[in-house]
């Protein structure tokens, strides 16, 4: 069965960092597509930041420039490195994989930006 792992979330003040991992089993990240989403309370998901199969990034406007998301093909896992943390960043972070025909959704880590 795969399982997409997301871990790294917690309380971090406004300007602080967290770096977010997506570890898999039973896929491979590197042959799909890997994107970051959050959902806030109240609001829809939304994609945070997206890496291709070819290493290909795409971020929401929001986060530009303060985060980056790479792979790891080695250790099979995705990063969100996430930097000048504000409170508008609050949310429950998923790790999300496509490939293949094939599509699946970690449980999600909660970031929470607060002084």
């Known amino acids: 069965q795969v399982q997409l792992v997301e871990s790294g979330g917690g309380l971090v003040q406004p300007g602080g960092s967290l770096r977010l991992s997506c570890t898999a089993s039973r896929i491979i990240f590197s042959i799909g597509a890997t994107g970051w989403y959050r959902q806030a309370p109240g609001k829809e998901r939304e994609l945070v930041a997206r890496i291709s199969s070819g290493g290909s990034t795409n971020y929401a406007d929001s986060v530009k420039g303060r985060f980056t998301i790479s792979r790891d093909n080695a250790e099979n896992t995705v990063y969100l490195q996430m930097n000048s943390l504000k409170a508008e960043d609050t949310a429950v972070y998923y790790c999300?994989?496509?490939?293949?025909?094939?599509?699946?959704w970690g449980k999600g880590t909660l970031v929470t930006v607060s002084s």
């Open positions: 999300n994989w496509n490939g293949i025909g094939l599509n699946y």
